[in-house]
Each structure stands twice: as structure tokens, then as C-alpha cells.
């Protein structure tokens, strides 16, 4: 299993990014995709889900109606589109995928909201 996000960097409060994982290495349009965030100094957090064909979505309350997550199964990437940014969403974002029992993760996007 392979995964690289792509897609982080500096925005203001109140601005948006679209980051993206690239999955390889496994069946991907057989497994839900995930992705988590870590801030400084805490632990890696749930953020949102994407079901296998994409048709159901599941998000952190802190992010709902925010961000949107999706996926594009012939290309074997999942999205997150970030609107509406503020500093509390700063960390380093990770793809995360869960396959026969064992959680994988990319190496992270450093994603930082500030003025």
C-alpha cells in the first residue's frame, strides 16, 4: 500500500485548499479512504470517510459542512476540498486507508491557517 497527499501549504482565515492522495499498491475502489489531521502537540484526529463508490460521506463535526471529501476510483486519488479555513485546522493531513486489519498512512501535507 501507497499513499502521497499532495495539496498543503500557508492560507489565510477564511481561505480554501484542495488536497489530494494518490492510493497505489492495493485495490483501491474496494476500500473506504480516510483522511486524519495532527496539530502540534496532539493527537492524529479523525476528519472525514468516503465509502468505496463514493455515494456516502462522513465528517468530524468540526469540519461538517466545510470541507468536502470525494474520490475518483479510475484514477485511484480521494480529495479533500477545504473551504472556510481558520486556525484551528492547522496540522499535518494524512490519507488513511485500512486494509485486511492494518492501517496505512501517507507521509503528510502540512497544512497551516494564518494571517
Known amino acids: 500500500v501507497e499513499l502521497v497527499e499532495s495539496g498543503g501549504g500557508l492560507v489565510q482565515p477564511g481561505g480554501s485548499l484542495r488536497l489530494s492522495c494518490e492510493a497505489s499498491k492495493f485495490h483501491f475502489s474496494l476500500y473506504k479512504m480516510n483522511w486524519y489531521r495532527q496539530a502540534p502537540g496532539k493527537e492524529r484526529e479523525f476528519v472525514a470517510m468516503i465509502s468505496r463508490s463514493g455515494d456516502s460521506t462522513y465528517y468530524d463535526d468540526s469540519v461538517q459542512d466545510r470541507f468536502t471529501i470525494s474520490r475518483d476510483n479510475a484514477k485511484n486519488t480521494v480529495a479533500l476540498q477545504m473551504n472556510n479555513l481558520n486556525p484551528t485546522d492547522t496540522g499535518v493531513y494524512y490519507c488513511?486507508?485500512?486494509?485486511?486489519?492494518?492501517?496505512?498512512w501517507g507521509q503528510g501535507t502540512q497544512v497551516t491557517v494564518s494571517s
Open positions: 488513511n486507508v485500512r486494509v485486511y486489519g492494518t492501517n496505512y
